[in-house]
């Protein structure tokens, strides 16, 4: 009966050993090969794509004009509602007028005395000349005579700029646009004391909208792409603050000369279309300047991904994953151009991309596909 007892539980020990000794093997099995990572993937191939650049640019108006006082007095009356469009020639202030034209009326006053008195001169002039050429009188005489004739011709042209100066004078006391614009802050309050120099001479400010510019900035190298441009004008748009693209095109009418030695940069400037003043002066915008095509591999934007040694993609090969360093250029819509890294026929891999590893394997399916 002992024998009996050790026989079987020598089965059962041996039995467990085999379970166990299975269990380890699939363990084993299951660790070394891990279930594939099921994946989207697009095959790549080369096409013409836009050669873009962005910049964060800042609005500015085509004419920006301080508003000043020309003469000093009494600011009377503003003519306008701050934020107003005027046109140009439109009355924005007047200045107390009763000095200037008490002024202008001395004016007028001293250049009647002074003619009467040149007008008197040339007379005399007239008849000692016919005298002296009778030899009636002296030549001493006949040329004070003339002497007397051009002081009094020269104080008449003194008179006269005066006369002038006053006349200026009393118009400067209505203040007007000098272009068509967007009126700013009346920086004077009505029965303030105002002045052509000093703090007191700024009035208000006058900006154009319409059009409007906008100052931007490119790297040199992405400078010396548009200044090539293959013979063709670089095309700019803007997009705005809340991602919207502004519907006008812009056209570049300025680039600098130097570039600047801090920022390795040269400034640019674009005009575009404002009419319904969409568009603020001051208002930050993103620029998008394209310049020229290039052939270049397209991906989509959310394959591309970065970590310390740059971007890359994920690419299937041979039913694993391997990691794919890429030069990336610009943007294309939705889409990321790839410079170098990439060539037709790789398979990129667009989803998944969380799970994926260095020779992780997947099962692969093209987009598209069911």
């Excluded at 002296?132 to 005489?141: C, G």
């Excluded at 007007?176 to 802050?185: K, L, Q, S, Y």
């Excluded at 920086?187 to 900006?207: C, E, F, K, W, Y």
């Amino acid at each position: 009966m002992t024998r009996t007892v050790i026989v079987a539980l020598s089965f059962v020990l041996a039995a467990c050993s085999q379970g166990d000794a299975k269990q380890g093997k699939d363990a084993k099995d299951a660790k070394a090969a891990p279930p594939a990572v099921a994946v989207t993937v697009i095959d790549v191939a080369v096409r013409e794509v836009p050669v873009t650049f962005e910049a964060v640019g800042r609005t500015e108006g085509s004419r920006e004009v301080q508003i000043r006082a020309r003469v000093a007095g009494i600011l009377e009356q503003q003519k306008f509602q701050e934020g107003d469009s005027v046109k140009a020639g439109a009355t924005l202030f007047e200045i107390e007028r009763a000095p200037f034209e008490i002024e202008l009326a001395q004016a007028r006053g001293t250049l009647a005395e002074v003619s009467a008195r040149e007008a008197l001169a040339a007379q005399e002039h007239e008849r000692l000349k016919g005298l002296a050429d009778k030899r009636a009188i002296s030549q001493k005489e006949a040329d004070q005579a003339a002497s007397s004739l051009q002081q009094a011709r020269a104080l008449g042209q003194v008179a006269r700029a005066r006369l002038r100066q006053a006349e200026l004078n009393l118009s400067y006391t209505r203040v007007t646009a000098p272009i068509d614009g967007v009126t700013g802050r009346a920086l004077q309050s009505i029965g303030s004391l105002v002045s052509p120099s000093g703090d007191a001479a700024v009035l208000t400010t006058l900006t154009r909208s319409d059009p409007i510019w906008v100052r931007f900035s490119l790297s040199e190298a992405e400078f010396a792409q548009v200044r090539g441009g293959e013979g063709k004008e670089a095309q700019v748009r803007l997009e705005l603050a809340d991602g919207t693209a502004y519907p006008e095109p812009a056209r570049l009418n300025f680039s600098g000369s130097t570039v600047d030695a801090q920022t390795s940069s040269v400034q640019m400037r674009a005009e575009v279309p404002n009419s319904r003043l969409a568009l603020l002066p001051g208002q930050f915008v993103r620029v998008r300047v394209t310049a020229g095509t290039v052939r270049a591999v397209v991906v989509p934007q959310s394959a591309v991904l970065q970590n310390e040694g740059g971007r890359f993609v994920w690419v299937a090969a041979e039913g694993k994953a391997v990691q794919r360093p890429i030069k990336a250029g610009g943007w294309v819509g939705k889409d990321w151009a790839v410079l170098d890294g990439l060539k037709p026929g790789d398979q990129v891999i667009v989803d998944n991309l969380v799970r994926m590893r260095p020779n992780a394997q997947i099962a692969a399916k093209k987009a598209g596909q069911g």
